[in-house]
């Protein structure tokens, strides 16, 4: 059966709801062991607090060598300017070992993102981030034009070829969308069902 991670940081909430959109598609996958993980928060305790960052957040921090425990990985990161969090890069900042090994080689990639503006990074985060999962080796896995809430005008939403996504408006007053969800969804089940072909 296919093993797969969610793997995320947020900060204020967007990514964590999105990544159980995520594993909630995954789950849909008959048999698929799916779990959610967290990259551990580099930031300094005070400034973190300051910055009104959300410390209940339930998934379990992430060892780097776990990753070679799956499939699967589906990567959630907010966008910092246009690019994936430094908590994130951090992370895969430690996988050195992982790439010396070459124990990602053929496994499923895939990454979900989040920005506050509708033009602030939504396909920029993705298109920097997907470099490093090749060089892992992986499969990349986007969200392909069948997932068709990504074609509609009837919302501002994210969504593209290349991940699911949410816009968290300028104060991250807005909560990922009914649809945003769905995409998330989508995009879990995608990535699960490639893996079970792969590997179940
Ligand atoms: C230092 C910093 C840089 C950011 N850079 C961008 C950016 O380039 N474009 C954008 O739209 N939002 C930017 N944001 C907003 C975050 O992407 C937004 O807070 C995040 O997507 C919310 O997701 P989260 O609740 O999971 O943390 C930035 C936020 C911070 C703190």
Redesign the pocket.
Known sequence: MAKVLVLYH???????AMAEAVAKGAREVGGAKVEIKRVPETMPADVFAKAGGKANQAAPIAQPAELANYDAIVFGT?????NMTGQMRNFLDQTGALWMSGALVGKVGSVFT????QH??QESTILTFIPTLMHHGMIVVGLPYAEQRQMGLDEIKGGSPYCASTI?GAS?ERMPSEQELGMAAFQGKHVTTIATKLFG
């Open positions: 947020s900060f204020y909430g967007h990514i964590e907010p966008t910092r300017f246009g989040s920005s506050a503006t602030g990074g968290a991250g």
